[in-house]
């Protein structure tokens, strides 16, 4: 079964610190994907990223980095000079490999960003 | 790209009522949609798997005759909350499945908020 951790319920930073968010997964698949969805108060999903099992290179986007250890099965989200905006709960999530899987979500990190 | 609209938003429907939420795809077809729910401040559970043309499948403990879906599209699938009770509020997200090359993302409907009185 697969199964994802994100152990920090809720982290509150100042406004320009840098935040990890940690996430932590279990398969037994040796190929797999796993993601990272932004949910802002208004409640949509936003994804932010796909990773492949085979692709354990390091991913930036702007202020956002990902970083996948395979050897410890994470893969942990981190924002540079966090914003305001930043605000939300941010779910990590797994699926394995093959057209229209499932996804098995963590049970997210509600990050606060305040001035 | 990779747009999927929900309709309603937002629900409020007396208990024993049965209330349908449409699930879009706008610029591309899905052969797979998902259907989730989410109670407050928790994850997302996984309540079916649609399939264009075929039935749905159910996670376990999901109960089918409750919550009907119908995916006749490949842009389209609803969700209906038959004889609603309280217990049903929550907050209904779909996803579609989107391919592209040999990747695959789940791309997600602004939600619906239920809320059965």
């Known amino acids: 079964a697969q199964k994802v951790t994100q152990a920090q319920t809720e982290i509150s930073v100042v406004e320009k610190e840098d935040v990890t968010l940690d996430c932590v997964y279990e398969?037994?698949?040796?190929?797999?994907?796993l993601f990272w969805y932004k949910q802002p108060p208004s409640g949509e999903l936003v994804f932010l990223i796909r990773?492949?099992?085979?692709?354990?290179q390091n991913e930036i986007s702007g202020r956002y980095s990902w970083n996948f250890q395979k050897s410890t099965s994470s893969f942990n989200f981190t924002i540079t000079a966090s914003q305001v905006v930043d605000s939300a709960v941010y779910f990590c999530a797994l699926s394995e490999a093959g057209t229209a899987s499932k996804l098995t979500f963590g049970t997210g990190t509600r990050l606060q960003v305040t001035l | 790209g990779a747009v999927v609209s929900q309709h309603p938003s937002w629900v409020i429907c007396k208990s024993g009522t049965s209330v349908k939420i449409e699930c879009r795809s706008l610029?591309?077809?899905?052969?797979?949609m998902f259907w989730y729910r989410q109670f407050p401040k928790q994850s997302l559970m996984l309540m079916a798997t649609s399939n264009e043309g075929s039935k749905a499948t159910y996670e376990q403990g999901v109960e089918k005759d409750k919550f009907l879906i119908n995916h006749a599209s490949l842009t389209l699938s609803t969700l209906t909350v038959t004889s609603a009770h309280p217990e049903d509020s929550s907050f209904y997200i779909c996803?579609?499945?989107?391919?592209?090359?040999?990747?695959?993302?789940?791309?997600f409907g602004p939600g619906t908020r239920l809320l059965v009185l």
């Open positions: 990773r492949n099992s085979f692709d354990e």
């Open positions: 996803s579609a499945s989107s391919t592209s090359g040999f990747q695959e993302t789940q791309y």
């Open positions: 610029d591309f077809q899905a052969t797979t």
């Open positions: 398969t037994r698949d040796t190929t797999y994907y």
